[in-house]
């Protein structure tokens, strides 16, 4: 019961976390010879969304889907259909904001027949929950991740991280 209500915290905090909050703007634009020059910070810049054709064509004929995490002792692939399906429902249409203060967390792969048809950045911190994906090593897309997604990584690195525990217990 601990461990639900931990997880269910863990959950709810990046939930809160990745609510989009607005700046407040300046009371009195810059002055630069007299004149008021509006000094607001360009908005991060954002890439065009996936293709849905590509996601579906992923979701319809994907064999392998690979994930490296940077920060953690762990991977994970997976070549069953209903997880390759489950890990395309993890992008979000909207298209994200690039910021620059985030940090990708992990690498993604996803493979039709052992050829690569889309890989990106997963990016997994306060405020910084989507993918950017590559094409040709350029930055081609970027999306939300979804609450499905964000659930799922929160699963899958606590459940990593309590094996770990487990096994460094048991030595």
């Not at 607005?22 to 810049?45: C, F, H, L, V």
């Not at 979701?59 to 994970?76: L, R």
């Not at 910084?128 to 799922?152: P, S």
Request: proline share 8%; aromatic share 14%.
């Amino acid at each position: 019961m601990n461990r639900f209500l931990f997880f269910l915290a863990i959950s709810f905090f990046f939930i809160q976390c990745n609510e989009p909050t607005k700046a407040p703007e300046s009371q009195e634009p810059a002055k630069e010879n007299g004149q008021g020059i509006n000094q607001k910070s360009d908005p991060a810049p954002t890439l065009p969304s996936v293709p849905l054709a590509l996601l579906e064509k992923i979701f319809k004929e994907g064999t392998q889907v690979d994930y490296i995490f940077y920060n953690y002792p762990f991977t994970m692939s997976m070549t069953d259909k209903t997880p390759l399906e489950y890990s395309v429902r993890h992008i979000a249409e909207e298209p994200a904001p690039l910021k620059p203060e985030c940090k990708p967390a992990g690498r993604v792969t996803w493979q039709i027949n052992g050829n690569i048809v889309l890989e990106g950045d997963f990016y997994f911190s306060t405020g910084c929950t989507y993918f950017v994906f590559y094409e040709k090593q350029e930055k081609k897309y970027a999306n939300y991740m979804t609450e499905e997604g964000v659930q799922y990584f929160n699963n899958q690195i606590q459940q990593a991280l309590q094996m770990r525990e487990q096994q460094l217990g048991g030595q």
